[in-house]
């Protein structure tokens, strides 16, 4: 078995995984956090630039400015992205925190179904695939 002494593998943790769909897995949710990340960020832009893009529902529980969740969703996204960011580069933190940002986005998205629901939709998924791969069960041994 190879050394994790150079860098390959998982990255700082001392561990290596013996199973190839482990790292994939983890490769996936990275890819997809980054992605449902820039996306959330973009949706952040739009609706704190222009508060007209989105259709406003009257009467809606969570009923809170366009401006304030385009802001929500700036910030998230941004989090979102880097923890993707830090699952490439092997941070063991990197697959709690990603757990719990996909839990919150998932959350915010459900909360923005109103503004744009087949978007939201899609990235619920996506958290959930996400959430799902950072938990499933590894076989990792020491190097």
């Given amino acids: 078995m190879a050394s994790n002494v150079s860098g ?3 990255r700082g943790t001392g561990r290596e995984a013996e199973s190839p769909w482990a790292a994939s897995w983890t490769v996936a949710a990275a890819f997809l956090m980054v992605f449902g990340g820039v996306m959330a960020i973009f949706e952040g832009i739009a609706a704190i630039a222009r508060d007209d893009v989105f259709v ?44 719990g940002l996909a839990g919150l986005s998932m959350i ?14 899609v990235l619920i998924v996506i958290d959930g695939f996400i959430i799902w791969a950072l938990c499933a069960p590894r076989r990792e041994s020491p190097a």
């Fill in 8 to 10: 390959t593998g998982f």
């Fill in 56 to 99: 406003a529902t009257p009467n809606f529980t969570y009923s809170f400015s366009l401006t304030g969740w385009g802001w929500v969703h700036l910030i998230l996204g941004a989090l979102v992205a880097a923890a993707g960011l830090a699952l490439f580069k092997g941070a063991t933190w990197a697959r709690a925190v990603g757990v």
């Fill in 108 to 121: 915010a998205h459900f909360v923005w179904l109103p503004y744009q629901p087949v978007w939201s939709i």
